[in-house]
């Protein structure tokens, strides 16, 4: 039996064109190619977690044009539950303007649109599902009140919950003592706790320091070097998996995904990290966001040939 997940998050839809160079204020670049993709923190991680293995609800809130329509037929070709993804009638689904330059460099203009609507009382009124739910996953791309209400919402049930506290921002001692395991990635473990992650001491430190603030598990990405992991028992790297990268993008949003449904299993935090660490190492072999997120076959047969 699949594991059933919720996902509570934001929904975007990526206009990305790529250019020769930037434009300069003013200009127009001309000789650009345009994709549409699917993205947002929350959808992504919901996607991962999908094609993963596990049974998805996922929490989020799209307008009423034609990205929203097709944000909510992707969510239902990955199999995931869209009953609690709402439509705001008067305000646009989330959009992401990226232009990437000929060396890869990116720069994005976000508008959060609907997801900034996403209410804790949106929240509430899923609470059925997300108290039957093995496992709570979270980012910050939506209001924090939401997020905190969701976490609250999951420890009066007994359920486990997983932050991703990506983009970084403040989060107080009051939620930290409610979440399970954090997952910040260097940037944000820094911006977190005012240590520069420039030494493996400085890594230990600073997952300690979080652990101090009341969080059970703190699991620190460290790209391709993989993760440092800190309980009260357990203190170590756990490497990634060499792949030739093409793209990292949203690498942190397919560990966290992948995670999700491994600790919903059951499996042990060592090998659930191994299978995270395995998810996200594919993913970076492909183009993409949610493209490049395995499907359940894939991570076991890597696994399995490592
Ligand atoms: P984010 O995408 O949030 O910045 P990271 O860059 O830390 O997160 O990557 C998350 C995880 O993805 C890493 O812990 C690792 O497991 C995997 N990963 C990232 N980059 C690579 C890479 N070049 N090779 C293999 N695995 C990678």
Do not use: W
């Amino acid at each position: 039996m699949k594991p059933l997940i919720t996902v509570i998050g934001s929904s975007n839809v990526d206009l990305i064109v790529k250019l020769p160079r930037f434009p300069k204020p003013g200009e127009t670049v001309l000789g650009g190619q345009f994709y549409k993709a699917q993205g947002g923190k929350g959808a992504n991680q919901a996607v991962a977690a999908a094609r993963a293995g596990a049974n998805v609800c996922f929490i989020s809130r799209v307008g009423n044009d034609d990205f929203g329509k097709s944000t909510l037929l992707s969510y239902s070709k990955d199999g995931i539950t869209i009953d609690h993804v709402s439509v705001d009638n008067t305000i646009p689904t989330g959009v992401a303007v990226i232009y990437v330059d000929a060396h890869g460099e990116n720069t994005i203009g976000l508008a959060e649109g609907a997801n900034a609507t996403l209410t804790p009382e949106q929240v509430r009124r899923a609470a059925s599902v997300i108290s039957l739910s093995k496992l709570l996953l979270l980012q910050l791309e939506i209001p924090f009140e939401t997020v905190k209400e969701s976490i609250l919402l999951a420890r009066k049930a007994n359920v486990p919950v997983i932050l991703n506290p990506a983009p970084a921002q403040p989060i107080d001692s009051e939620i930290l003592k409610n979440v399970s395991i954090l997952t910040p990635n260097e940037i944000e473990a820094e911006f977190l706790t005012g240590i520069s992650l420039t030494t493996d001491d400085a890594i230990k430190h600073a997952a300690q320091q979080l652990r101090s603030r009341g969080v059970h598990t703190v699991i620190i990405t460290l790209g391709s070097r993989g993760v440092y992991v800190s309980t009260e028992r357990e203190n170590l790297f756990v490497p990634s998996f060499q792949v030739e990268a093409a793209d990292t993008t949203a690498a942190g949003d397919v560990f966290n995904g992948t995670l999700a449904v491994a600790i919903a299993e059951g499996k042990k935090l060592i090998d659930a990290i191994r299978f995270a660490n395995a998810a996200a190492a594919l993913s970076v072999t492909k183009l993409g966001a949610q493209t490049s997120a395995p499907r359940r076959e894939e991570i076991d047969e890597f696994l399995f040939s490592q």
